[in-house]
């Protein structure tokens, strides 16, 4: 059973910075690209950030580049997503997920197969 888990959300002023953990088991997670997804309240689910399966490519929105950063540790199944310098519109549920096994960057929200459950990233002006 594939299981994504994400932590690491939480209140941050503007300026500030987080560091987002998405823990992978039940699939061979170094064949896996992993991406970063988040929904605000009201607006639908956007793409963040893909990272490939050997953590060679990847990829960010418009929005984000320059700000986040995404990682990956296959010896232990975990994808991060460094957050500096967040804004209030980066208020949303993130969320990471995987589609299929050795699918290139996946930048649609429709590519994705697996999901977590989201964390909570709330920034304060």
């Known amino acids: 059973q594939v299981k994504l888990v994400e932590s690491g959300g939480g209140l941050v002023q503007a300026g500030g910075s987080l560091r987002l953990s998405c823990a992978a088991s039940g699939i061979s997670f170094s064949t896996y690209s992993i991406g970063w997804l988040r929904q605000a309240p009201g607006k639908e689910r956007e793409f963040v950030a893909s990272?490939?399966?050997?953590?060679?490519?990847?990829s960010y929105s418009d929005s984000v580049k320059g700000r986040f950063t995404i990682s990956r540790d296959n010896a232990n199944g975990a994808v991060f997503l460094q957050v500096n310098g967040v804004r209030p519109d980066d208020t949303a549920a993130y969320f990471c997920?995987?589609?299929?096994?050795?699918?290139?960057?996946?930048?649609?929200?429709?590519?994705?197969?697996?999901w977590g459950q989201g964390t909570l990233v709330t920034v304060s002006s």
């Open positions: 997920a995987t589609g299929p096994s050795r699918s290139g960057i996946l930048t649609l929200s429709s590519q994705y197969i697996f």
């Open positions: 990272i490939s399966w050997d953590g060679a490519k990847t």
